[in-house]
């Protein structure tokens, strides 16, 4: 039986920070999906993901769309039937936003 220890706001500064950067993650990923299909007209449907340990990826459906990713797209793998990439924009959330997870549960630790 594992006990989880949870430090409550206001003890630690970097924690409270975090926590509020994880409270508003789907928003955070919603709008960086928005400027990523702005971006990239030719693929009309992703989702951009948090994935605790990998960073943050671009998740497409795998309906016949490699021809029309970016050249700057890096296949990661592919789960079932979506394919996942990093690009310039969660490249940039890896940068900003970081692993919050794990950063949140080494901070309570």
């Not at 928003?27 to 993901?49: G, K, N």
């Not at 960073?55 to 021809?67: E, I, K, N, T, Y």
Request: no cysteine; net charge negative; proline share 5%.
């Amino acid at each position: 039986d594992t006990k989880l220890l949870v430090v409550r706001e206001g003890i630690n500064e970097d924690l409270d920070r975090a926590r509020s950067v994880y409270e508003v993650l789907d928003s955070i990923l919603s709008d960086r999906a928005q400027r990523i299909l702005q971006a990239t007209p030719l693929v009309q449907e992703i989702r951009v993901e948090y994935l605790p340990h990998v960073g943050f990826l671009v998740a497409v459906p795998d309906s016949g769309v490699l021809d029309l990713i970016p050249d700057n797209w890096d296949f990661i793998f592919k789960q079932n039937d979506e394919l996942f990439f990093k690009e310039p924009t969660v490249k940039d959330l890896d940068e900003e936003v970081g692993d919050i997870q794990s950063e949140i549960l080494d901070l309570q630790a």
